[in-house]
């Protein structure tokens, strides 16, 4: 099996632009969920996506929005970026709502804001 | 809020040594707690603990959930190099039909010759 894909894995942006980033989860998982991670803050939750619904949100702006398509593949956008989005983007993706055991993560996206 | 607290934050040890890893949690709606290895990039996972007292153990990696207590410990005997890594304790909780995991800040191990 394929595991999590995320592209790009790395982007470079000034301030004020939008960045859109994209995860394709493994086959069969419909369970998408998105984290940032900075070194001051580990890694906080965005969101989570379950068959095209947004089933949570973490505590971020809402310059950071999200999607999910019908063959489950997700996108997150950040607009407006600001010099603290610099981070780790991961995806990580399961196959039920709640089988966090069997939770795979991709390997990141990392975005520069400069 | 929830909040997951890791300790230490940092720790240096010599191969062969036995390491503990703390992880306290104050989260609303439990449903599990996670332990996951991140070395360079993805996180990759450990170990899933939904009952108290109940030990896992996976080779020379062991955990164990306190409920009463809210905390984890995840245990490495005879350490290795290759377990030089930042260590993650997350929590699932879940609100109806929403659910997230709230993680710590990690704990970085390096283990020396």
């Known amino acids: 099996k394929a595991g999590v894909t995320q592209t790009p894995r790395y982007l470079i942006k000034t301030r004020g632009q939008q960045v859109t980033l994209s995860c394709s989860p493994i086959?069969?998982?419909?369970?998408v969920s998105w984290y940032q991670q900075t070194p001051g803050q580990g890694l906080q939750f965005l969101f989570e996506?379950?068959?095209?619904?947004?089933?949570n949100k973490g505590n971020f702006p809402g310059r950071f929005s999200g999607r999910q398509f019908s063959n489950s593949r997700s996108e997150m956008n950040v607009s407006t970026l600001e010099l603290g989005d610099s981070a780790l983007y991961l995806c990580?993706?399961?196959?039920?709502?709640?089988?966090?055991?069997?939770?795979?993560f991709g390997p990141g996206t990392r975005l520069t804001v400069l | 809020e929830d909040k997951v607290v890791q300790s230490p934050l940092s720790l240096v040890v010599h191969e062969g040594d036995t390491v503990t890893l703390n992880c306290s949690y104050e989260?609303?709606?439990?449903?599990?707690l996670l332990w996951y290895k991140q070395e360079k990039k993805a996180p990759t996972f450990l170990f899933m603990l939904?009952?108290?007292?109940i030990e896992k153990k996976s080779g020379r990696l062991s955990s164990i959930l306190d409920k009463k207590e809210l905390f984890s410990i995840l245990n490495i005997t005879a350490t290795q190099t290759g377990d030089s890594a930042v260590y993650l304790c997350?929590?699932?909780?879940?609100?109806?039909?929403?659910?997230?995991?709230?993680f710590g800040t990690g704990t970085r191990l390096q283990v020396t010759l």
């Open positions: 997350a929590v699932a909780s879940h609100t109806g039909t929403a659910s997230k995991l709230t």
């Open positions: 086959s069969g998982h419909r369970s």
């Open positions: 990580a993706t399961h196959e039920g709502r709640f089988s966090y055991n069997e939770q795979f």
């Open positions: 939904t009952s108290s007292g």
């Open positions: 989260v609303t709606n439990f449903r599990s």
């Open positions: 996506y379950f068959s095209e619904t947004q089933r």
